[in-house]
């Protein structure tokens, strides 16, 4: 059975029918080629893949006209992480065999994934038509039914699915959200509930059942399902910060407090999942002492981890705690979150000093910008203000301070018209984060455009409906302004206090497969 789209994790299948000598009745032959592909293949096994790749070019190049060559450069590209390139190699391959079932299998799923719908219709039409009861293809037909919103289809396939396959879990999950969004929730919750009685509680059972709580709000459902994907799943970290926000929504600081430090503590290199992780603390605990008393506990974060919670610290106005960070931080990043610290804590000439230093050795260095420009606002430097801020935007455009430090670098030169141009870039750089749309509609108020004011908060919780601070700074400026939609902001801050999940970005779809999120009709 397939799962690279569905469930991830294992050897994508073509590879397996590959090692065991079984492609769909096309043969590899005993030439160098070959030889060169069965190399690729190993290397694949063995996550090489910038070995894999140059392998199984020169396959291709001594025999361009074998697409099961194409095939292992597809499974190479998947497992790459490069779901473009794969999609290319498997229609090079269909190139060759327009009837090749694994790559019409892969065009479907890739092609799927990276968001060609229409290309993956084609491709399960045409293989369903050579192989009707394909209960892969049929999975992706189902799938295909549901995101088109044809539920009464989808639920229709995914039985036929467990007809063919009747142990088929994929099937059995189709089944089940087809009929959460068809209203049939008894019924979905009875057949899933066959399904573990049968197999027992599986990593896709559990997660069906977390996307159903989600769905309609049970949190106690939900945390049955965080419960046992985190014992089975405990090193995944989007799962972590999505069980912290859980928590924090939950009221459970402490326990939403310990998930994040597990995840800072496991975040590989060059993630943004401490960034991420942090902005929970900053939504949902303004004085993160907790957290603080936690990270002092434990001596081994990376000083990337220790430059971002002290970044935390700072602003929250825990001094000492992110002092202490620092001093087991280094590099230019850690000695600009310094300045930040020197500057915040009312220390000018400190953070003046180390600010250029920093910008002598790493004259792009965000943080660093921010506070020079910060500094330049302060001694009515404007237009030194303005250059160091649009400088840290360009480099950093989710740096919330950089453009409002430039916005009212502007605004002080009595350049009203770029202070709002700036503003509006930086609302549309970091469309869900309410300290930004605050410092906007702050600026709005002070000039009495209350009207735009409402507009700017209104429009941040129908781009983050789930996020509280957006709602309660949408009443606070309702309140400022004298306008009755306080009311209508104190509803939604109600909806969104049981709305269990981390907003999407504007224009982003649930991620593609059977475990994204179920949206309302």
């Not at 209508?488 to 999940?501: C, P, S, W």
């Amino acid at each position: 059975m397939f799962n690279h789209l569905f469930f991830g994790g294992a050897l994508p299948r073509l590879v397996a029918l590959l090692l065991a000598g079984a492609l769909g009745g096309c043969s590899i032959l005993a030439n160098d080629g070959d030889e060169k592909a069965q190399e690729a293949l190993a290397l694949i096994e063995q996550r090489r893949i910038a070995e894999a790749r140059l392998a199984i070019a020169e396959a291709i190049e001594a025999n361009d006209e074998n697409p099961d060559y194409y095939l292992v450069s597809a499974q190479i590209e998947m497992v790459a992480d490069a779901p473009v390139n794969a999609f290319v190699a498997y229609n090079n391959a269909l190139a060759l065999d327009s009837a090749n079932r694994n790559a019409l299998m892969g065009v479907a799923r890739v092609a799927l994934e990276i968001g060609r719908v229409g290309e993956s219709q084609r491709a399960v039409e045409r293989l369903l038509s050579l192989e009707p009861n394909n209960s892969d293809a049929l999975v992706i037909q189902g799938f295909l039914q549901f995101v088109r919103k044809d539920y009464e289809e989808a639920r229709d396939t995914a039985r036929r699915i467990q007809q063919i396959t009747p142990r088929d879990e994929a099937g059995t999950i189709l089944l089940v959200r087809s009929q959460i969004m068809l209203d049939e929730t008894d019924d979905a919750l009875a057949e899933l509930a066959r399904w573990e009685d049968s197999y027992g509680v599986t990593e896709s059972s559990a997660r069906t059942r977390l996307e159903i709580g989600r769905f309609r709000g049970d949190a106690e459902a939900m945390e049955r399902a965080f419960a046992f994907l985190l014992d089975n799943q405990a090193d995944d970290n989007e799962l972590g910060i999505d069980y912290a926000n859980f928590l924090f929504k939950r009221g459970d600081r402490a326990g939403a407090a310990a998930e994040i430090l597990a995840v800072l503590n496991r975040a590989p290199e060059g993630s943004d999942q401490p960034r991420r992780a942090l902005s929970l603390v900053r939504e949902y605990d303004g004085e993160p002492a907790l957290v603080g008393a936690l990270a002092e506990q434990v001596a081994d974060l990376r000083p990337a981890v220790n430059k971002e919670l002290a970044r935390l610290f700072t602003d929250a106005g825990l001094f000492d705690p992110a002092a202490a960070l620092l001093d087991r931080a280094s590099g230019f990043d850690a000695s600009a979150t310094r300045a930040w610290l020197s500057y915040r804590s009312g220390n000018a000439q400190e953070a003046r000093r180390i600010v250029s230093d920093v910008l002598d050795k790493d004259p792009d260095n965000c943080t660093a910008l921010v506070v020079a420009a910060q500094l330049a606002l302060a001694e009515e430097r404007h237009g030194d203000a303005v250059r160091y801020g649009q400088r840290s935007s360009a480099q950093c455009d989710t740096e919330e301070q950089a453009w409002t430090v430039t916005a009212l670098a502007y605004s002080a030169k009595g350049d009203a018209a770029n202070a709002r141009r700036v503003f509006r870039q930086g609302i549309e750089a970091i469309p869900q984060d309410t300290a930004m749309t605050a410092s906007y509609t702050s600026w709005l108020l002070d000039r009495g455009a209350t009207r735009e004011a409402i507009s700017a908060a209104r429009k941040l919780t129908r781009r983050a409906p789930a996020l509280q601070s957006a709602w309660r700074l949408y009443a606070d400026v309702c309140d400022a302004a004298l306008r009755p939609c306080a009311g209508r902001a104190q509803e939604g801050l109600k909806e969104a206090q049981v709305t269990y999940g981390i907003d999407l970005k504007p224009g982003e779809r649930t991620a593609p497969g059977l475990f994204g999120r179920l949206a309302r009709r």
